[in-house]
């Protein structure tokens, strides 16, 4: 890679706003330079005005870092909107539901639409400013009808942000058949359509899906994400420090750490210039 440019990409932590362990472990890395985006969960139990302050003041003392809005439309998570509907229990349905009626076109736009701009109207009044960017927790922006909602609520509440697409680069199709990765593959090739004509723009590619049960070694992964990652495209990661609000919400635990520490360890600045990349 000597005397190449550098390929300037984004890794983006989600789930800001999860637990303040998650969100500690966030901001320590925006502030070692490790991470260069975050999407905020604005339904999130861990989203008061002090951990969006402590956000913006990390990412004020880095080097730019984007702050988006992770939208969030599944369960254990509430609605902002009074009238959303379908729910399981005053909350939004678990993904499978959630994806299972998209599927088979059952889900009301506008109804989402309505919430979808609720959350970022939401975002707006905590952060004082529209999101850099927007994504989905789960990634239900590339959920069929949600979608539709997801680009027309942005496109109106916040234009000049751009969008996450699942995508992966030619390479990393190649390499693997994971279903979870070849799913967002197809998912994504409709999502990159609708946002194109909608004149919205979004990553260069994807990467960062992994299959979070037994504790895969992240080290390994994170080479393989890198490897043949375009200029603008985006790796998502979960780092996170572990405590009992995480427990109760998310089955994504220690491997929160091992995340966390392999991208504030010593070895990841090298990895990051052995593949000829930086964060942008």
């Keep these: ?20 362990g998650v969100n500690r472990a966030i901001r320590e890395l925006i502030a070692q330079g490790r991470i260069n985006a975050t999407s905020a969960m ?82 707006k009044e905590s952060f004082g400013r529209p999101p850099d960017f927007v994504d989905g927790h789960q990634h239900v922006q590339l959920f069929p009808q949600i979608r539709e909602a997801f680009l027309s609520a942005v496109k109106q509440a916040a234009p000049a942000a751009w969008v996450r697409q699942g995508g992966r680069p030619r390479r990393l199709r190649l390499r693997t058949s ?34 979070f049960t037994g504790e895969p070694n992240f080290a390994a992964l994170m080479a393989n994400f890198l490897d043949g990652l375009p200029r603008g495209g985006l790796i998502m990661c979960h780092p996170g420090f572990v405590d009992d609000l995480l427990q109760s919400l998310d089955p994504l635990t220690t491997q929160r750490e091992h995340e966390y520490a392999y991208l504030a360890g010593d070895q990841f600045p090298g990895v990051l210039a052995a593949q000829g990349v930086t964060l942008a």
């Excluded at 890679?1 to 303040?20: F, K, Q, T, V």
């Excluded at 005053?90 to 009626?101: H, I």
């Design 178 to 211: 994971a279903s979870k990765a070849l799913f967002l593959d197809l998912l994504s090739a409709r999502f990159r359509q609708q946002a194109r004509r909608s004149g919205i723009t979004f990553n260069t590619a994807f990467a960062g899906a992994y299959d």
């Design 1 to 20: 890679m000597s005397g190449a440019p550098l390929r300037p990409i984004w890794l983006c932590a989600d789930d800001y706003g999860l637990s303040p």
């Design 42 to 123: 604005v339904v999130g139990p861990a989203i008061d005005r002090a951990e969006v302050k402590a956000l913006q003041a990390a990412s004020a003392s880095s080097r730019r870092c984007a702050l988006g809005l992770h939208v969030t439309l599944t369960a254990p998570f509430r609605p902002l909107t009074l009238h959303f509907r379908p729910l399981d229990g005053g909350m939004f349905l678990p993904l499978a539901k959630t994806l299972r009626k998209g599927l088979l076109r059952r889900l009301d736009r506008e109804i989402i639409r309505t919430e979808i701009l609720a959350q970022l109207a939401a975002f």
